[in-house]
């Protein structure tokens, strides 16, 4: 019977790693559809510097600018939730992947915990 336990929990285990993998893989398709977003953007607005210059008009478009910036936002917390399912943390200089209990970053050295 206890053997059967523990296949029974080894198990379990391995459903609960395969669905954060699945979270993990749907959060970056998202992040992936959401970077799409603003490099569309980022074309819009050349374009629409590039027809302003040929006016002779103001260069900005705050409204795209703002777009971007929202997605960007979004993006950023798609990207904390992926962190948060890997169990890992962003080294505050060099912005590498890091897992949650390291002390210092394995890229460059930096301090990560206090
Ligand atoms: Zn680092």
Known sequence: MAFLDEVKKFGK??????????????????????????????????????????????TVNDELCAEIKEINAKIEELSAKVLELKNATLCPNCNAELAKDVTFCSKCGAKVKE
């Open 13 to 58: 285990s391995i459903a609960d790693k395969s669905k954060d993998v699945i979270e993990v893989t749907k959060l970056n398709s998202q992040i992936a559809t959401e970077k799409d977003k603003i490099k569309e953007l980022y074309q819009k607005i050349g374009e629409h510097v590039y027809n302003n210059y040929v006016a002779g008009e103001s």
